[in-house]
């Protein structure tokens, strides 16, 4: 999604590669491990990697792009046939077609459309978390002391760490120089209090209001889910939002609702681990595929059109791969918010299609798993909306999502 926004360059600028874990031994002794294993990029995975990067880094790099109103809070909305009229606490109404309450655990929106909010709190598991400036640690690896439950993990582009350790009633500076007196802390910058919150919303649309983010499922962070899952509620519902077709909307709560209901799964289950067994090599551990969320997919969803007899490895519903061609690279023709029609192996004439739909023959059979002459459309998102050998199908899908395809 980052390279689909042409954002990747800026954020590979500024991160770096998950640091070694350097874990301090009761016995005095120190033993490295890695979250996950170092992999070859490919054609289809061109990013295989976890990327480090501090998080407001990242909501800076997003915000650089678009108008954003910091300091500025929802108080109340009210919806109308054809619209929401929302009250903010500058005293301002703003009339909008759609509201998407993306505010957080303690989601204003989501509180006044009174959804439930299913799940559990465990209010005995809190975690302090800081971002810290010491001196006497090296940057090269997140610094842990599994018998304390502290960490010291290098936020890249930044001289700061961020500090995980059990609530205290030692002040920070205390607190690490009673962990290692060698460190030495110099700032103290921002701090919160986390505690386990393992929920997620009933619903994610009521009328002209959407839920998305931690207003719609908030996770643990073991295994980093929480946000990336945000980030996909928002891909898939953004082209969604430019049809105004309400059927088309409602399959974003079809398409999301269970893939948030089954991270949310494996968070917990990581989390867990992490309360049962400590910070160990085997809770530490991301190496699971799964948590890359490249297998997540759509193919039970609405929008799914697979019309093949025996479809191959790809299929509608699935993340389109990336693949190497004589122009370049797939994802650089789906770089957009058009949709694309890959047409593999084929030598007849298309129909004649809406002008937001891009035509690309393509020769990356390998990638998309592919032996016979097969038309892919994809969706805007990046998703694989209709896989077919008939392009009759292609023309029925295009006007169903016809609204989403604007002329670019």
């Known amino acids: 999604m980052l390279d689909d926004l042409g954002l990747l360059p800026e954020i590979s600028a500024f991160g770096a590669e998950y640091p070694v874990m350097l874990v301090r031994q009761p016995d005095g002794t120190t033993v490295t491990w890695r979250m996950d294993e170092l992999h070859e990029a490919t054609p289809s995975v061109p990013y295989p990697n976890m990327l480090m990067i501090p998080q407001w880094r990242t909501s800076s790099i997003l915000a650089s792009s678009v108008p954003v109103e910091f300091g500025v809070a ?97 002040s920070i500076v205390e607190l690490l120089a009673s962990v290692d007196p060698s460190i030495t802390v110099t700032h103290v910058g921002w701090t919160s209090e986390y505690r386990a919150n393992m929920r997620m919303a009933a619903r994610f649309r009521s009328g002209n209001v959407f839920l998305a983010g931690d207003a719609a499922h908030v996770h643990s962070p073991a295994g980093g889910q929480g ?12 082209w969604k939002l430019a049809t105004g077709d309400s059927a088309l909307l409602d399959t974003y709560e079809a398409e999301r609702l269970p893939v948030a209901a089954d991270v949310l799964g494996i968070s917990t289950r990581l989390h867990r681990g992490h309360v049962t067994n400590g910070q160990s090599s085997s809770t530490v551990r991301r190496d699971d595929p799964v948590l890359r ?37 797939i994802f650089d023709l789906l770089r957009g918010p058009h949709a694309t029609l890959l047409a593999f192996g084929w030598s007849e004439r298309l ?58």
């Open 74 to 170: 929802v108080t109340g909305f009210e919806q109308r046939d054809d619209s929401v009229i929302v009250s903010l606490d500058t005293g301002e109404t703003v009339v909008a077609r759609y509201l998407v309450g993306a505010d957080g655990g303690r989601s204003v929106v989501r509180r006044t459309l009174g959804i439930p909010f299913e799940g559990e709190t465990r209010e005995e598991e809190r975690m302090l978390i800081a971002d810290v400036t010491v001196t006497g640690l090296d940057r090269s690896h997140w610094h842990v002391w599994p018998e304390l439950r502290v960490g010291l993990c290098p936020l890249p582009g930044t001289d700061q760490f961020q500090l995980t350790a059990p609530p205290s009633e030692l």
């Open 227 to 238: 946000l990336n899952t945000g980030v996909q509620d928002a891909y898939n519902l953004g």
């Open 293 to 329: 969320q490249l297998s997540l997919n759509y193919r039970h969803g609405p929008l799914a059109s697979e019309c093949r007899t025996s479809p191959g490895e790809v299929q509608a519903g699935d993340r389109a791969p990336d693949a190497l061609i004589d122009s370049g690279r």
């Open 351 to 408: 129909p004649d299609l809406p002008d937001g739909i891009r035509v690309h023959h393509v020769d990356a059979f390998k990638a998309y798993d592919v032996r016979e002459p097969t038309l892919f459309l994809i969706r805007p998102d990046g998703y694989v909306g209709c896989a077919t050998h008939n392009p009759s199908d292609v023309v029925a899908y295009a006007e169903q999502i016809s609204g989403a395809l604007l002329p670019q």
